[in-house]
């Protein structure tokens, strides 16, 4: 079984760490979250409400969605993981395209389910690919949008020819980690797709553009059926309660947290166009990362990264992925991408 390696932090020589290897948000938390937060403190001695009754409310009225048809889970990973559970048994197949989202694998072979992978092409999933390796067999078809690792979105077009062709007993789900990242109108939002097709399940995440990586709270919005089996394949409290308690705290402070996105998104524009400018090939990329495919040179580049106290996330053999992270982060990466090329 494949395990599930995380991003790293590393130190340079002279005492610098910038950790750009797990696509997390710069920025610390809001005051108003650290209140909420510390409001909640004072609970802690009971269990959380296991039905999450307010985040799921908040949720519900956020997304103008029914409660009915929202699933949480202890990061969207977790909520991931009760969807393999869900249609994981000897001989189920999952499709997913690769390289993408690397605990795919991990939580397929964790449920019991094949993994079907299909190659991107040109960095981007290759749907018709995919469409193609359904089988009897397959129970689930995951699209990871904008994809981890590559940052390439799956337009609305090509995403619906797709959806035309997934026979309606087979789930697909649209993982968006990084939907808020999205600046591509032709990218279409998956809430939009799953009103209209009950097969249907779209992954949304407080740990990236809402900034609660660390306290792990990650929903799920599909038709009612998938939401509630998604709901019973849960541990019991797995949201816990000061996670919750942030999380409706960060959907009153959206705005503020969303004009963090759009800094981001910025520098992201900025590093892009800088990489390119130093002769980089690099994917138009929707989140909150850049991927360069280095192919056997990716151990050295990360290596060179570290010594200038950079982590980046390297696919041995096959690429990095960068994260966006404060200016000066993306700076001394800029330095060292260009310092690895020679400039
Ligand atoms: C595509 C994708 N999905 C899901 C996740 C899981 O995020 P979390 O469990 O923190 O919500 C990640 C995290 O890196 C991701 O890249």
Redesign the pocket.
């Known amino acids: 079984m494949p395990a599930y390696r995380a991003g790293r932090a590393v130190v340079s020589a002279d005492g610098r760490s910038y950790k750009l290897s ?2 997390e948000s710069p920025y610390g938390p809001l005051p108003s979250v650290v209140e909420a937060i510390a409001r909640a403190t004072s609970e802690i001695h009971r269990y959380p409400d296991p039905g999450a009754a307010g985040l799921t409310a908040a949720l519900a009225d956020r997304h103008g969605v029914s409660a009915e048809h929202i699933a949480l ?8 993981q009760q969807l393999f559970e869900t249609v994981g048994e000897p001989g189920a197949e999952v499709v997913y395209a690769w390289r ?4 795919y694998p991990v939580l397929a072979d964790l449920a019991g389910a094949t993994s079907v992978t299909v190659p991107l092409l040109e960095e981007r999933h290759h749907l018709e690919a995919m469409a193609e390796a359904i089988t009897p067999r397959t129970r689930m078809v995951f699209v ?1 949008n ?4 590559t940052g390439t979105a799956v337009h609305g077009a090509e995403l619906e020819a797709f959806l035309d062709r997934v026979p309606e007993d087979v789930l697909v789900v649209l ?4 939907r808020e990242y999205v600046r591509d109108g032709d990218v279409t939002d998956g809430l939009a797709v799953y009103r209209g097709r009950p097969n249907v399940a779209v ?6 553009a809402y900034g609660l ?1 660390g306290l ?3 929903y799920l919005i599909a038709d009612g059926p998938v939401a509630e089996a998604v709901r019973k394949a849960t541990v019991p409290f797995a949201v816990n309660h000061l996670a919750q308690a942030a999380a409706i705290a960060s959907l009153a402070a959206e705005k503020e947290l969303l004009e963090r996105v759009e800094t981001v998104v910025k520098e992201r524009e900025r590093v892009r166009e800088a990489l390119i400018a130093q002769g980089w090939t690099v994917p138009v990329t929707e ?1 909150n990362f850049v991927w360069l495919r280095l192919g056997e040179r990716t151990a050295d580049f990360a290596g060179a990264c570290a010594a200038e106290g950079v982590a980046v996330r390297p696919f041995a053999g096959e690429g990095a992925r960068v994260s966006i992270g404060t200016p000066e982060a993306n700076d001394t990466f800029l330095a060292a991408a260009g310092a690895f090329r020679g400039l």
């Open positions: 797990s696509n889970g202890a990061g969207s990973v977790t909520v991931a993408s989202f690397e605990a990871c904008p994809n981890n690792p993982d968006e980690a990084y992954l949304r995440t407080f740990s990236k990586a792990r709270v990650g989140a």
